[in-house]
């Protein structure tokens, strides 16, 4: 995915995310985390995290991946504990 994204070949990368949700969705739970800390701790996230991120909530717009992603853009807002992510999270939102 990294050389398609790199190459800005949005069409054939979010082809490949549709193909398989269930890889797409850990790819995207590991690049989430990745730039959680990143940003928590205040170091570079990995290059092309950002838009493969968004290709990957595009490809899974009704699932887990979207619903991550919109409570981490409220998270990144202010960076603090009870925003995006709450205490009474389930399942990979308890990790962050």
Known sequence: MEPLIAAGNEAATGKLAAHD???SRALYRELLFD??????Y???ALPHA??????LVQA????ESAALEAKFTEWAKERRAGVGFVAAS???ERVM
């Open 21 to 23: 949700l269930t890889a």
């Open 35 to 40: 730039t959680f800390t990143a940003l928590l």
């Open 42 to 44: 205040e170091n570079a």
């Open 50 to 55: 950002g838009a493969a991120r968004l290709l």
């Open 60 to 63: 899974d717009a009704n699932g």
């Open 90 to 92: 389930e399942g990979f």
